[in-house]
């Protein structure tokens, strides 16, 4: 059927845009905008298939179940974000698969409108750290992400973030890693016998690992994931406003 009409507005709210300032639009959206590109792993908690690409029982879901070498990050400040690592917990994800990467916080909001969830010192945002400390979910705060890496399969393989004043983890090194820490089993758990001469050892996953120093003079980490989860800053969808 047709509906005439003289204007058309389209009100589809603000969605978010962490993904769209890396021209990346989400794995489960089916048409790619001009100049963006999709990269498996790499997701929006906007994109309307995501409940579909993490179902109970779905192939990413299983991965960071059962691969030790698979891991989530969950990157933003807004509700959104701790809502995603619920979701995440409740399709049986183990906790240390799970990172939450807080960027840090605005100090200008005149550009940008804020989405965090909690005030700075917010006696709840404590409290829910705390919580998901102590189940083991790993905690990175102040730390913005730059851009991506992918493997030789295009798949989503690590994140590079800029390490801002005042960051603080409960992410270690692996120089740091205790022997007997699962993360640590896991690197390993597919090589058999001693490393061949010449050949690197695997490294450990779901650590910070130093990259380099950006040009603004702040330190650059590496954080190897098979799954990116966004749910921060949010501005009009690209198709929309291109519309």
Same mark, same amino acid.
């Given at each position: 059927?047709?509906?005439?009409?003289?204007?058309?507005?389209?009100?589809?709210?603000?969605?978010?845009?962490?993904?769209?300032?890396?021209?990346?639009?989400?794995?489960?959206?089916?048409?790619?905008? @001009?100049? $963006?590109?999709? /990269?498996? +792993?790499?997701?929006?908690?906007?994109? !309307?298939?995501?409940?579909?690409? %993490? =179902?109970?029982?779905?192939?990413?879901?299983?991965?960071?179940?059962?691969?030790?070498?698979?891991?989530?990050?969950?990157?933003?400040?807004?509700? @959104?974000? $701790?809502?995603? /690592?619920? +979701?995440?917990?409740?399709?049986?994800? !183990?906790?240390?698969?799970?990172? %939450? =990467?807080?960027?840090?916080?605005?100090?200008?909001?005149?550009?940008?409108?804020?989405?965090?969830?909690?005030?700075?010192?917010?006696?709840?945002?404590?409290?829910?750290?705390?919580?998901? +400390?102590?189940?083991?979910?790993?905690?990175?705060?102040?730390?913005?992400? %730059?851009?991506?890496?992918?493997?030789?399969?295009?798949?989503?393989?690590?994140?590079?973030?800029?390490?801002?004043?005042?960051?603080?983890?409960?992410?270690?090194?692996?120089?740091?890693?205790?022997?007997?820490?699962?993360?640590?089993?896991?690197?390993?758990?597919?090589?058999?016998?001693?490393?061949?001469?010449?050949?690197?050892?695997?490294?450990?996953?779901?650590?910070?690992?130093?990259?380099?120093?950006?040009?603004?003079?702040?330190?650059?980490?590496?954080?190897?994931?098979?799954?990116?989860?966004?749910?921060?800053?949010?501005?009009?969808?690209?198709?929309?406003?291109?519309?």
């Amino acid at each position: 059927s047709l509906l005439p009409y003289d204007y058309l507005v389209v009100a589809a709210g603000l969605q978010d845009d962490a993904l769209h300032s890396l021209k990346i639009r989400s794995w489960g959206v089916e048409h790619v905008t @001009d100049s $963006y590109r999709r /990269v498996n +792993g790499a997701m929006s908690a906007a994109d !309307p298939s995501l409940r579909n690409l %993490l =179902v109970e029982g779905g192939t990413l879901i299983k991965s960071l179940i059962w691969n030790p070498l698979s891991y989530a990050v969950v990157y933003g400040r807004s509700l @959104d974000a $701790y809502c995603v /690592v619920q +979701g995440l917990l409740m399709r049986k994800v !183990p906790p240390t698969k799970i990172i %939450l =990467v807080l960027p840090p916080r605005l100090k200008d909001a005149s550009q940008q409108l804020p989405v965090d969830a909690f005030h700075e010192g917010d006696e709840v945002e404590r409290k829910i750290h705390s919580i998901l +400390g102590h189940m083991e979910v790993g905690v990175c705060n102040g730390y913005k992400l %730059l851009s991506i890496t992918q493997d030789n399969r295009e798949r989503l393989k690590a994140l590079i973030l800029e390490e801002h004043e005042g960051a603080t983890s409960t992410v270690g090194d692996s120089a740091a890693m205790p022997a007997n820490d699962p993360a640590a089993k896991g690197a390993t758990s597919e090589v058999k016998g001693p490393p061949r001469a010449g050949v690197e050892a695997p490294k450990m996953r779901g650590l910070l690992e130093d990259y380099q120093v950006g040009s603004n003079g702040l330190p650059q980490k590496l954080l190897a994931c098979r799954i990116l989860i966004t749910a921060d800053s949010v501005n009009v969808d690209p198709d929309i406003f291109g519309s």
